[in-house]
T-cell receptor, first 110, second 115 residues
Framework: RKEVEQDPGPFNVPEGATVAFNCTYSNSASQSFFWYRQDCRKEPKLLMSVYSSGNEDGRFTAQLNRASQYISLLIRDSKLSDSATYLCVVSGDSSYKLIFGSGTRLLVRP | DTAVSQTPKYLVTQMGNDKSIKCEQNLGHDTMYWYKQDSKKFLKIMFSYNNKELIINETVPNRFSPKSPDKAHLNLHINSLELGDSAVYFC??????????????FGQGTRLTVV
């Protein structure tokens, strides 16, 4: 089983749609969780950290379910500029290790 | 000011050559990483250094030798380059936070092509 698993997509949605991505992780001892965004031929950039209580940043909402070892990202009112690959990131069995999922590609069409 | 900078941005070289990639961070972080992103876009950790000490080596061939002269710098030297080494190499840094790991910041990547 992969340490961090994501649906690769692509998710093809119209502008204004709401879209949700899921991610599962295998290590129950993981303590840190993030969503990153990566544009084509660019470096990954932090979108948001994921906290146990869930957190929201504008149109983006992240949730963590430790019991099911599951993280989600919800994007409301999708914009064309949201088109990118979204990477789920989890700390590993060592806090010195950040493990990336393979990413979920989002395409927002006009 | 660029927080994590790596050079060069592009590197094209022949099989068998030796090359180095340099990375510097000005964020004061205690941990630095090398990641490899292959043609399938999967980001895989190669090495992790904390305060200049190697913490993680993810079964990378020993042709790859990282070096951290101080906690702001982490370089990657690759000997006897092979076609399969072609990829984008990302340097990153983050800060330990009482057993938790804060978010990582990435350099712009080095696109290595071995011909």
């Amino acid at each position: 089983r992969k340490e961090v698993e994501q649906d690769p997509g692509p998710f093809n949605v119209p502008e204004g749609a709401t879209v949700a991505f899921n991610c599962t992780y295998s290590n129950s001892a993981s303590q840190s969780f993030f969503w990153y965004r990566q544009d084509c031929r660019k470096e990954p950039k932090l979108l948001m950290s994921v906290y146990s209580s869930g957190n929201e940043d504008g149109r983006f909402t992240a949730q963590l379910n430790r019991a099911s070892q599951y993280i989600s990202l919800l994007i409301r009112d999708s914009k064309l500029s949201d088109s990118a690959t979204y990477l789920c990131v989890v700390s590993g069995d060592s806090s010195y290790k950040l493990i990336f999922g393979s990413g979920t590609r989002l395409l927002v069409r006009p | 000011d660029t927080a994590v900078s790596q050079t060069p941005k592009y590197l094209v070289t022949q099989m068998g050559n030796d090359k180095s990639i340099k990375c510097e961070q000005n964020l004061g972080h205690d941990t630095m990483y090398w990641y490899k992103q292959d043609s399938k876009k999967f980001l895989k950790i190669m090495f992790s250094y904390n305060n200049k000490e190697l913490i993680i080596n993810e079964t990378v061939p020993n042709r790859f030798s990282p070096k951290s002269p101080d906690k702001a710098h982490l370089n990657l030297h690759i000997n006897s380059l092979e076609l399969g080494d072609s990829a984008v190499y990302f340097c990153a840094s983050s800060q330990s936070r009482g057993g938790y790991r804060a978010e990582a910041f990435f350099g712009q990547g080095t696109r290595l092509t071995v011909v």
